[in-house]
T-cell receptor, first 117, second 110 residues
């Protein structure tokens, strides 16, 4: 079974531009979460989508947004890019959300490395 | 929010040595996972272990949920074990939101 895929893998943007990142979950997985990793802040949760609905949101400004499509693929968008948005953006998928079973063990994609100049 | 603390922050070993990484968390959790981040940044699943003990080859993990800690054991370490090891938890009321520790940077020298 194919793993989580993310596109593009690398991206260079200029301050003020916007960017869209894409994530395709493992087949059959319905939950997709996004994380930002920076050297200073570590790994931080951005948001989670399940069945096309945002279920959880981290402490990020409104410039960060996302959506999920009916096939569970997800996109995240960052508008008005700032230098501090340079980071590795990781997407994770799981079968479902919450609960007490193994069904929501999360699996990560390879990430998109965004550089803002 | 929930706090996740990992120790030690850095660990340097000679090939063949054993090591124990610790993860403490401040609240009840539904999910606990250990990951190894490879040099390209991808998080590789090691264990899904909200409680109990599991083993996979040279790696094993134990989570004592009532005492809010988890341990990752690496035996007979190899240079390919080098990298950052993360512990991440999901709080009971947080859906699938993973809260990560700061990680342990492991270096295994030949």
């Amino acid at each position: 079974k194919a793993g989580v895929t993310q596109t593009p893998r690398y991206l260079i943007k200029t301050r003020g531009q916007q960017v869209t990142l894409s994530c395709s979950p493992i087949s059959g997985h319905r939950s997709v979460s996004w994380y930002q990793q920076t050297p200073g802040q570590g790994l931080q949760f951005l948001f989670e989508y399940f069945s096309e609905t945002q279920r959880n949101k981290g402490n990020f400004p409104g410039r960060f947004s996302g959506r999920q499509f009916s096939n569970s693929r997800s996109e995240m968008n960052v508008s008005t890019l700032e230098l501090g948005d340079s980071a590795l953006y990781l997407c994770a998928s799981s079968l479902t959300t919450g609960g007490l079973t193994r069904d929501y063990e999360q699996y990560f994609g390879p990430g998109t490395r965004l550089t803002v100049t | 929010g929930i706090q996740v603390e990992q120790s030690p922050p850095d660990l340097i070993l000679q090939e063949g040595a054993n090591s124990t990484l610790r993860c403490n968390f401040s609240d009840s959790v539904n999910n606990l996972q250990w990951f190894h981040q490879n040099p390209w940044g991808q998080l590789i699943n090691l264990f899904y272990i909200p409680s109990g003990t599991k083993q996979n080859g040279r790696l094993s993990a134990t989570t004592v949920a009532t005492e809010r800690y988890s341990l990752l054991y690496i035996s007979s370490s190899q240079t390919t074990d080098s990298g950052v090891y993360f512990c991440a938890v999901v709080r009971e009321t947080s859906g699938s939101r993973l809260t990560f520790g700061e990680g342990t940077q492991l270096t295994v020298n030949p």
